[in-house]
Nanobody, 123 residues
């Protein structure tokens, strides 16, 4: 599975961005896809995940109510809608995929990773 993340950029606090993660190389119908982020000097942390098996989602408490994860079946793409962005959301965002029954929240559970896309939120 190859993952291509896009959509990062510079946005002011309170603004919105949509990140996309397009999967190719294999059908993703049995995969879980997740978004992680890593700020400078910090560990990579789980942001949100989508279980393609049953459509369930999981969102980290730190972004719940502001970020939403969704999919486009036809495009094999998962989106991360980010609203009410804060400076502390600044990080490199990564999409990842793995075969699982539930959405894992640890990076080591994911087998495939896309390149990161930088999100910078200015105050």
């Amino acid at each position: 599975v190859q993952l291509q993340a896009s959509g990062g950029g510079l946005v002011q606090a309170g603004g919105s961005l949509v990140l996309s993660c397009a999967a190719s190389g294999r059908t993703v119908s049995s995969y879980v896809m997740g978004w992680f982020r890593q700020a400078p000097g910090k560990e990579r942390e789980f942001v949100a995940g989508f279980n393609w098996n049953d459509g369930t989602t999981d969102v980290a408490n730190s972004v719940k109510g502001r970020f939403t994860i969704s999919r486009d079946n036809a495009k094999n793409t998962v989106y991360l809608q980010m609203n009410s962005l804060k400076p502390e959301d600044t990080a490199v965002y990564y999409c990842a995929a793995t075969v699982a029954f539930v959405v894992p929240s640890t990076p080591r559970a994911y087998s495939y990773w896309g390149q990161g896309t930088l999100v910078t939120v200015s105050s």
